[in-house]
């Protein structure tokens, strides 16, 4: 990445500690060669991926027709698991040198567990396994949902040596339960011997999807107090969820674990491009920039901040008092910020589950018309 070819937001944006990551992957991302593209002129240092994003994928083009050609005949959940692994360790190769310059700290590429295992813990933990060994690369992060059973999957994974991408967390209170699960698995992974240096983690805070239902509500209040509140509560939810990743990060439990070589858990913040068109498209990176935290997002955002996003600073340290200010203000109206990502959970893995059903039936037609 060389400092001609990177546009000034973006450089002011890793320059104050953001890592930028691109929410998501194709074969034809990685053959065209726009990948590489990005991680060299828009600073791109990491890559997530949902179910989402590889039905999308599938069902576009004819990047992964050969494949599909050489499955066909096989088991329709075996071959999506071949083909997204392939993509993958695809990416994690490229991001290599990123890996290897930052010390494991980014270079990192995430892949999912099947969703359908959401709630249980026992298949997620075998699944995970499984999908390390697959990619069978030290870059990868291995997703797993911030469920209630997914919380137990996730000590037991890390417990194993295994990075994880925790995802699908909306509210703070689960977000304190997953850097206690982190906690936990470090803890029993060097009880184990094992080293903690290259466990990597990442905990990945929703955010639009927060505004889109808080928004939803407070439309339907409808008193100018209500509408003036819309489209804060995402952002003051994530500085909260930052003020308790300070909290975490100064206990004796965790300096513990630093001694021993760990790498925290960073926030990373997820669901970044902006679903209401009256808001900023930069409102998700702006307004949560500090060091030491991943903004994921997905290419039309990324390029939009490239243009003409704007850096003014740290704008999440020290936030912490109004933004539970806002906070307050919103469920004095009578909106349930706890019922809201009660729901958004919920409703994350449901949609998660139907992608990834969209995707085997995808991979199921591909390799039909394939093998014929």
Do not use: C
Request: negative net charge; proline residues 4%; aromatic residues 6%.
């Amino acid at each position: 990445m060389t400092q001609s070819t990177v546009p000034v937001p973006i450089t002011d944006l890793t320059g104050a500690g953001v890592s930028i990551w691109l929410d998501d992957l194709s074969r034809e991302r990685l053959r065209s060669g726009n990948l590489a593209a990005l991680v060299a002129e828009r600073g791109v240092v990491g890559v997530t991926t949902n179910p989402t994003i590889f039905a999308k994928a599938l069902s576009s083009g004819d990047a992964y027709d050969a494949q599909l050609a050489e499955l066909a005949g096989s088991d329709v959940d075996a071959a999506v698991e071949t083909i997204t692994t392939d993509d993958v360790r695809a990416a994690a190769d490229l991001l290599r040198p990123v890996y290897d310059a930052t010390d494991g700290v980014d270079g990192r590429v995430s892949i999912e567990v099947d969703p359908r295992l959401a709630y249980d813990a026992d298949k997620t933990v075998v699944v995970a396994e499984r999908l390390w060994r697959t990619v069978d690369r030290p870059n990868v992060f291995i997703k797993i949902p911030a469920t209630v059973p997914g919380l137990d999957a996730i000590s037991r994974t890390l417990a194993q040596g295994i990075s994880v991408n925790v995802t699908l967390i909306f509210s703070i209170e689960r977000y304190r339960s997953v850097m206690e699960a982190f906690a936990i698995g470090l803890e029993q992974a060097r009880a184990d011997g094992i080293d903690l240096g290259p466990i990597g983690s990442v905990a990945s805070f929703f955010v639009s999807r927060v505004d889109s239902s808080v928004d939803a509500a407070l439309e339907k209040i409808g008193t100018p107090e209500a509408l003036d509140l819309r489209g804060q509560a995402a952002v003051a939810n994530a500085r909260l969820a930052f003020e308790a990743f300070e909290q975490f990060v100064s206990t004796d439990e965790w300096r513990s674990l630093v001694a021993s070589g760990a790498h925290p858990q960073r926030p990373l913040w997820a669901s970044t491009g902006v679903k209401n068109p009256e808001y900023p498209d930069t409102l998700y990176v702006s307004e949560l920039v500090t060091d030491g935290v991943v903004n994921t997002m997905p290419e039309p955002t990324l390029q939009a901040f490239a243009d003409h996003g704007v850096v003014t600073g740290d704008t999440v340290r020290g936030t912490a008092v109004a933004a539970r200010r806002t906070v307050e203000t919103i469920e004095s109206l009578g909106v349930s910020l706890a019922e809201v990502t009660d729901h958004l959970e919920t409703d994350g893995v449901r949609k998660f589950e139907d992608s990834w059903t969209e995707l085997l039936e995808t991979a199921s037609a591909g390799l039909k018309a394939q093998g014929a």
